[in-house]
């Protein structure tokens, strides 16, 4: 009987545990016309800021394995005026090839989770991993020349859930 209590006891834990975990992250339920205040004071302290023009926009990354970045914009009434995940295939189709800049992809899905520079091609690569559609372990890659202008993306698996996939029959 005492170990069915500490069992249920240590699964509340587990669970409230995970709760705090997501608020942490930047997952809550923020609503328009919250101010910036309010906001920090219900998701915590953003990962990146940034301003355009008189707006401002609040990052908040889950980090690689977390595969999300919601991002918090005000209105120059400093009022909520959006919270949303920004790491969907609907916001990097918006990313233009030869026209889009650092500034642009930064403002539009973030600040990328890995940077790799490839010296053969000369090209900078900021890694954003997401769940594509909600279900696949997916890495976006935005390539950038010299000038921080983009010059290709890529989509692909994520690697670092290979192992899982080769634990389901594929991969192998």
Known sequence: MLGK?????GA????????????????????????????IAQLGQPTHIYRHGDQLTLEYMRGR???????????????LISYQQVLTMENFSKITVDVSNKDAVLRLIGAPSLTNFYSRTGLEAWSYPFKQDGAWNSLMAVYFDSNGIVRKLENGPDPAFDHEERGRGRGR
């Open 12 to 39: 509340i834990a587990v669970l409230l545990s995970s709760l705090c975990a997501c608020q942490s992250w930047g997952v809550g339920a923020v609503k328009p016309g919250q101010t910036e205040a309010e906001v």
């Open 65 to 79: 394995m977390g595969q999300a970045t919601h991002m918090a914009i005000f209105g120059t009434d400093g009022k």
């Open 5 to 9: 209590k500490l069992y249920q006891l």
